[in-house]
């Protein structure tokens, strides 16, 4: 089954940035991004699966406590997914970060992913 580029920016943000378990992140890695996937932060350029799945353990372990929720829900316009995310302290308290995610998809796995970040809050 091919994965429309909505349903990607759901797994992208819950199943990949969300998961604690490093063998089951990439279990999900490898299974809804190319290979020589690129991802674009506001301050590096990851390329491939591997520098995907080691970036993603570095941000977890910065803040292990913290989760990624969806602002609203994924949007697509053909190869194109957008999802809004926050992230911060669990349960209700506010978010630390906000911002988007934007990919691009071909044969239903992710080959370009764009993480923009809107506000990021000072800890108080």
Do not use: C, K
């Amino acid at each position: 089954m091919t994965r429309s580029a909505a349903d990607l920016m759901r797994v992208n943000l819950l199943e990949v940035f969300n998961e604690p378990d490093p063998d089951r992140r990439a279990a999900v890695i490898a299974g809804n991004y190319a290979e020589d996937v690129v991802w674009h932060e506001p301050d590096r350029i990851n390329h491939g699966r591997t520098d995907l799945a080691r970036r993603a353990t570095e941000l977890r372990a910065e803040h292990p406590d913290w989760v990624f929720r969806p602002t609203g829900t994924p949007s697509e316009l053909d190869d194109i997914g957008h999802l809004g995310f926050q992230w911060g302290p669990p349960d209700d308290q506010p978010p630390m970060v906000s911002g988007m995610d934007i990919a691009r998809t071909n044969g239903g796995v992710i080959i370009e992913l764009y993480t923009i970040v809107t506000a990021i809050r000072q800890p108080s």
